[in-house]
Nanobody, 128 residues
Framework: QVQLAESGGGSVQAGGSLRLSCAAS????????MGWFRQAPGKEREGVAG???????TYYADSVKGRFTISQDAKNTLYLQMNSLKPEDTAMYYC??????????????????????WGQGTQVTVSS
């Protein structure tokens, strides 16, 4: 079992920045990817940014490319630097990990709360 704990959410004005952190209780060698998802009220959960653990490659949703940056340190902590925030970025942000050896685009584009490990979420609110 892997526990994920997010922090760093808050309220900011449009154009501002926030940095989210996700601390993992342990590293599992079968984890193929980790990343950040978000869910706004009345909307489906969507993948925002992710890292493929074996290659170090990254995934970004089109809506955040050029504004968000995902990174990971050696202590199993995942970060999401969010710049130039927009009101449409307002959502609950979740950290998640895929405990299987395979991570496809579907993991980001059609996430399931019943699959893999998820944190409790941290709220990000961007005002105009």
């Amino acid at each position: 079992q892997v526990q994920l704990a997010e922090s760093g959410g808050g309220s900011v004005q449009a154009g501002g920045s926030l940095r989210l952190s996700c601390a993992a209780s342990r590293y599992t060698y079968s984890t193929s990817c980790m990343g950040w998802f978000r869910q706004a009220p009345g909307k489906e959960r969507e993948g925002v940014a992710g890292i493929y653990t074996s290659s170090g490659g990254t995934y970004y949703a089109d809506s955040v490319k050029g504004r968000f940056t995902i990174s990971q340190d050696a202590k199993n902590t995942l970060y999401l630097q969010m710049n130039s925030l927009k009101p449409e970025d307002t959502a609950m942000y979740y950290c998640a990990s895929n405990p299987t050896p395979y991570c496809s685009v579907n993991y980001w584009q059609h996430p399931s709360a019943d699959f893999g490990y998820w944190g409790q979420g941290t709220q990000v609110t961007v005002s105009s």
